[in-house]
T-cell receptor, first 110, second 114 residues
C-alpha cells in the first residue's frame, strides 16, 4: 500500500524561508513529485526527484532521501502568490500511477 | 504546443444519472491519467490510459470507466452517480517513455451531484 504524510497547514512570513516535509511508505518507489495547487485550480508541476539529494530550481528546492522515505520542499524569499497547497506525490514505478498526499496548505502573511 | 484541456468546466447532475467528461492531452503526450479530487484532499488516482488501453486502476468501482482515442484524447464515464462523486475531476497527460515523466494537468471539471 501507499502512505504519504505531510502537514495539513503552515503559515510563513513574506520574504522568509519555509520547508514543507513529506514522509512516505510505499510498496514500490520510482520517484517523488511536488506540485503547487492554487485554490480552485489544477496542480502545476514543481519538481520530480529520483535520486537522493537536493535539486534547486530558482526559489524552490526539493530534497529526497530514499533510505529514510523523506522529502522536503524548500521555498525561499516567500511571496504572497506562494500561498497555495503543496502536494507531495509518489510514483511507485511500473505504469505511471501517482499517489498523492493530502497536501499542505501554505499561507504567506505580510 | 497546446496544453491539456478538459470539458465541461462545470457540471451539475442528479443521483443515478450518467456523466461523460472529456480530456485532450498535451501535444506529443500519449498517456492520460484521471484523478478525483474531493475538497481539501489530494487527487486520487482513478485510472490511466496508454495506447488506448487501461494501464492501471485505483480503488474505484467499475461504474467509473474510460476510453482513450487514437489521437490520445480521453473520456471518463461515471454511471449511477452518487452524492459522493461530487468532486473536481482532473486529467493529466504525460509521455510514457523509458521512465516516469512529469504530468501536466488540465484545469479540471467540477462535478456536483444533487
Amino acid at each position: 500500500g501507499q502512505n504519504i504524510d505531510q502537514p495539513t497547514e503552515m503559515t510563513a512570513t513574506e520574504g522568509a524561508i519555509v520547508q514543507i516535509n513529506c514522509t512516505y511508505q510505499t510498496s514500490g518507489f520510482n520517484g517523488l513529485f511536488w506540485y503547487q495547487q492554487h485554490a480552485g485550480e489544477a496542480p502545476t508541476f514543481l519538481s520530480y526527484n529520483v535520486l537522493d539529494g537536493l535539486e534547486e530550481k530558482g526559489r524552490f528546492s526539493s530534497f529526497l532521501s530514499r533510505s529514510k522515505g523523506y522529502s522536503y520542499l524548500l521555498l525561499k524569499e516567500l511571496q504572497m502568490k506562494d500561498s497555495a497547497s503543496y502536494l507531495c506525490a509518489v510514483s511507485p514505478g511500473g505504469y505511471q500511477k501517482v499517489t498523492f498526499g493530502t497536501g499542505t496548505k501554505l499561507q504567506v502573511i505580510p | 504546443e497546446t496544453g491539456v484541456t478538459q470539458s465541461p468546466t462545470h457540471l451539475i447532475k442528479t443521483r443515478g444519472q450518467q456523466v461523460t467528461l472529456r480530456c485532450s492531452s498535451q501535444s506529443g503526450h500519449n498517456t492520460v491519467s484521471w484523478y478525483q479530487q474531493a475538497l481539501g484532499q489530494g487527487p486520487q488516482f482513478i485510472f490511466q490510459y496508454y495506447r488506448e488501453e487501461e494501464n492501471g486502476r485505483g480503488n474505484f468501482p467499475p461504474r467509473f470507466s474510460g476510453l482513450q482515442f487514437p489521437n490520445y484524447s480521453s473520456e471518463l464515464n461515471v454511471n449511477a452517480l452518487e452524492l459522493d462523486d461530487s468532486a473536481l475531476y482532473l486529467c493529466a497527460s504525460s509521455y510514457a517513455g523509458t521512465s516516469v515523466g512529469e504530468q501536466f494537468f488540465g484545469p479540471g471539471t467540477r462535478l456536483t451531484v444533487l
